[in-house]
Nanobody
Framework: QVQLVESGGGLVQAGGSLRLSCATP????????MGWFRQAPGKERDFVAA????????YYAESVKGRFTISRDNAKNTVYLQMNSLKPEDTALYYC????????????????WGQGTQVTVSS
């Protein structure tokens, strides 16, 4: 099992932007679909966005659609999450993972979870 490495989180004011990165050291991940999830204190881990291995399809939770963009650079083995127009309710620990199961919306379909990167949005 390979653990992914998330980075790019931080503290930002409402309306601001952040770009998260997810690296996969030592693994070529171009053949895998990837996803971003987030978890706020006391809540379940929720789907945020997913991208197919060929980058043909990108999928978003309704709460982030139009504000967040998922992308990937297979040459760098890295997937990104560009987050714009951030809101206080976006505050959470953000994780990336590799999709192995059939449901891209379900965290149980993913493996190789990283430690996460904290995003805090102040009002």
């Amino acid at each position: 099992q390979v653990q992914l490495v998330e980075s790019g989180g931080g503290l930002v004011q409402a309306g601001g932007s952040l770009r998260l990165s997810c690296a996969t050291p030592g693994r070529t991940f171009s053949t895998y679909a990837m996803g971003w999830f987030r978890q706020a204190p006391g809540k379940e881990r929720d789907f945020v966005a997913a991208i197919e291995r060929s980058d043909i399809g990108r999928y978003y939770a309704e709460s982030v659609k139009g504000r967040f963009t998922i992308s990937r650079d297979n040459a760098k083995n890295t997937v990104y999450l560009q987050m714009n127009s951030l809101k206080p309710e976006d505050t959470a620990l953000y994780y990336c993972a590799r999709q192995l199961g059939s449901s891209r919306w379900d965290a149980r379909s993913y493996v190789d979870w990283g430690q996460g990167t904290q995003v805090t949005v102040s009002s």
